[in-house]
């Protein structure tokens, strides 16, 4: 109850299709949950979401609203992803549902509907221009890591033989909007803050940089990547960069870390610092060498004059900057170098994430066979950094989906306040991940790069609960409300085959999920689908969902 919680929406979706599988209009509503009182983006968080819901896809009609509450729980707030896996758990909940109705594979209900490699850059219904990005190369791979269908064929042979463990088989197809973003589009939707970044760049006498950031590490290794640009700019060794930061006396501007901005917006902030140092140190190694700077060129951490063999390093330049004997009239002698960035746009990270759960039909309990995912990041930095902040989503994702909860009493209590109530995810409780990427470059930054924090966590819920579905849809299910406990999963079952159940959670055919916890209808009309749920949807703590 000290921190905050996250999710908190309860979401009523209408889709609308033709028989051939082309959506033509969407319907987003929403009432976003609180909590006890307003907190720092607890209201922006909807927002955000509002600009996804489309997510990858074409749709040519779109209608989003949302009316936030206060209530007696704890209050909500951004959790990693920030209204994105709210929006992108809807979506690819609601496409699954439409491929069900019209009896094709999931797959192919989204490649009719996404926005092709050709046609981008692409203006979306929700008024974003994607950069850049490639749906169909990023599936293929993910496909093909996964063994898609061969899994299918499989899971035919399991329901053929009738076994009481059934294979079920989850998609998501995902982008999110990262890298926050343009202060002028903050603006526009009350945010209380700017987008930009600033870097400071210092060169030491001994050749050693000093880095000043205001994009804060806690864990994600930063000053590694930011080490990396840094050296690979300037051409000096990768150890002789530190990186300070987090605290306001060393970085005393910056609006730090979140929305996967660190690497696309801080990034940027210290290649233009670092930038202006290589043209304050061309200055002085032009006079130095009695050459016009014309024609003094920079590689390899070498200034050298064009057509010859004479030439200055990075740090002899610094050296003789500090020692300041011998410098152009009205230099000064400092190559320090400060720098503030504020991006054009967001940018646009996707990937494809497949997921194979086991469903034991007499016992409802649920086990991960199989997870691959293929992600779109753009040009990458670091791979060991990337690996890890994608397994670290994924497991945030795929708990929400089968153990986290924030559970209430009827008095409002939190009985899901300790860890001994909530179910927190350990290594013993998942599997090893196939990862692999595609690569799109961003075209808004120089770097090419796109966020990666929150994309884990973004696609692998809709994933696993597609997965978990689909493993007993065959049954008259269409639906398990999250978590997906083997209780649900088995009372889902149970009220399918005609069983009494005094009270289920579960939610069963007719009912549908397309959002954090709700029940609803599917009506079924003649030329298209028009898909609605309804429930009141509690709040949820890291992840999790009343």
């Known amino acids: 109850m000290a921190a905050h919680h996250g999710r908190g929406q309860w979401q009523k979706l209408t889709l609308a299709a033709e028989r051939d599988g082309r959506v033509t209009g969407f319907k987003v509503e929403l009432i976003a949950d609180l909590g006890s009182h307003v907190a720092l983006v607890g209201g922006g968080v909807p927002v955000l979401g509002a600009f996804m819901f489309n997510s990858i896809y074409k749709f040519p009609a779109y209608q989003f609203s949302v009316q936030t509450v206060l209530t007696n729980k704890t209050w909500t707030d951004a959790y990693r992803g920030a ?84 294979l079920g088989i989850g998609v998501s197809t995902f982008t999110e909007m990262c890298g926050l973003a343009p202060s002028r589009v903050l603006g526009s939707l009350d945010y209380g803050a700017g987008g930009w970044e600033h870097a400071s760049v210092r060169m030491l006498p001994t050749g050693k940089v000093e880095v000043v950031t205001g994009a804060s590490a806690h864990g994600q290794g930063h000053e590694t990547a930011f080490s990396q640009i840094v050296a690979d700019r300037l051409g000096v060794a990768f150890e002789d960069v530190e990186v300070l930061h987090g605290d306001t006396q060393v970085a005393h501007k910056g609006l730090d870390t979140y929305g996967s901005r660190s690497l696309v917006v801080g990034g940027e902030a210290l290649v233009k610092a670092a930038d202006k140092v290589i043209e304050k140190a061309k200055v002085i ?54 720098a503030t960035y504020d991006p054009v746009n967001f940018n646009y990270p996707h990937g494809t994430h497949l997921c194979a759960m086991e469903v034991d039909t007499e016992t409802g309990a649920v086990k991960m066979r199989k997870y691959a995912a293929c992600d779109d990041i753009g040009n990458i930095i670091n791979p060991l950094i990337v690996s890890g902040q994608v397994h670290g989503g ?153």
């Not at 996964?146 to 899971?155: K, M, V």
């Not at 032009?286 to 063999?309: I, K, M, N, P, Y």
């Not at 299910?477 to 009220?495: F, G, H, L, S, Y």
Request: proline share 3%; glycine share 10%; hydrophobic share 40%.
């Open 83 to 166: 209204g994105r896996p709210e929006a992108t758990y809807a979506i690819e909940r609601i496409m699954d549902e439409l491929a069900a109705e019209l009896g094709v594979d999931p797959l192919e209900i989204r490649s009719k509907n996404w926005i092709t490699h050709e046609e981008f850059p692409f203006t979306t219904v929700a008024g974003l221009e994607y950069d850049s990005g490639n749906y169909e190369a990023a599936t293929e791979r993910a496909k093909e890591m996964f063994g898609y269908d061969e899994l299918r064929a499989e899971q035919k042979r399991r329901r053929d033989a009738g076994d009481t463990v059934q």
């Open 394 to 546: 994924l497991v945030q994702g795929i708990a929400q989906a089968l153990w986290e909860e924030a559970v209430y009493d009827d008095s409002g209590t939190l009985v899901s306040g300790s860890f001994v109530d909530y179910l927190l995810p350990t290594a013993a409780d998942t599997i090893s991940f196939d990862l692999d990427h595609t690569t799109s470059p961003a075209t808004t930054n120089t770097l090419g790069t796109k966020g990666v924090g929150e994309a884990g966590t973004i696609a692998s819920t809709p994933a696993v609960v597609n997965a978990v579905v689909d493993a007993v849809r065959h049954l008259g299910i269409n639906d398990i409300r999250m978590p997906c406990t083997p209780e649900r999963v088995w009372k889902a079952i149970n009220d399918a085959r005609g069983g009494a159940m005094a009270e289920t959670e579960g939610a069963a055919a007719p009912h549908f999920d397309a959002s954090t916890g709700m029940e609803g209808t599917v009506d079924r009309t003649a030329g298209a689908d028009d898909a609605s749920g309804d429930s009141a949807s509690g709040d949820n703590a890291d992840g999790g969902n009343q």
């Open 285 to 338: 190694a032009a006079h130095l060498l009695e050459a016009s700077a014309d024609d003094v060129e920079f590689g390899g951490g070498r200034f050298s004059v064009r057509g010859t063999d004479q030439g200055l390093a990075m740090g002899e330049i610094a050296l003789a900057t500090f020692a300041a004997h011998n410098l152009p009239d009205g230099v000064e002698a400092s190559l320090d170098s400060d």
